[in-house]
């Protein structure tokens, strides 16, 4: 069984920084990318950050610029870090992984930036 378990979430002041990391556990044949997304209140969910398997990144426009997404092929991570936080960044951030059998979620970690 495929699972994706988040950690870094929190509380962080205004300029401060984040890292969220993603443990893939059980086996996922053909990955095409693994990444990270958020869905803030009241909005849609967005991307944050994806890598392919190939290593290209893509951020979303929010983040760009202040974030950096890495992969750990050998131990099954995918993290975020994130710099110069705000309040917009404040949300529930998922881990996220496509592949030829489907897509797969976390359950999400919260993230909470006080002003």
């Known amino acids: 069984q495929v699972q994706l378990v988040e950690s870094g979430g929190g509380l962080v002041q205004a300029g401060g920084s984040l890292r969220l990391s993603c443990v893939v556990s059980?086996?996922?044949?053909?990955?095409?990318?693994m990444g990270w997304y958020r869905r803030a209140p009241g909005k849609e969910r967005e991307l944050v950050a994806s890598v392919s398997s190939r290593g290209r990144t893509m951020y979303g426009d929010p983040v760009k610029g202040r974030s950096t997404i890495s992969r750990d092929f050998a131990k099954n991570t995918v993290d975020v870090q994130m710099n110069s936080l705000n309040a917009e960044d404040t949300g529930l951030y998922y881990c996220?992984?496509?592949?030829?059998?489907?897509?797969?979620w976390g359950q999400g970690t919260q993230v909470t930036v006080s002003s």
């Open positions: 059980g086996s996922i044949f053909g990955i095409n990318a």
């Open positions: 996220n992984i496509e592949s030829t059998w489907g897509t797969y």
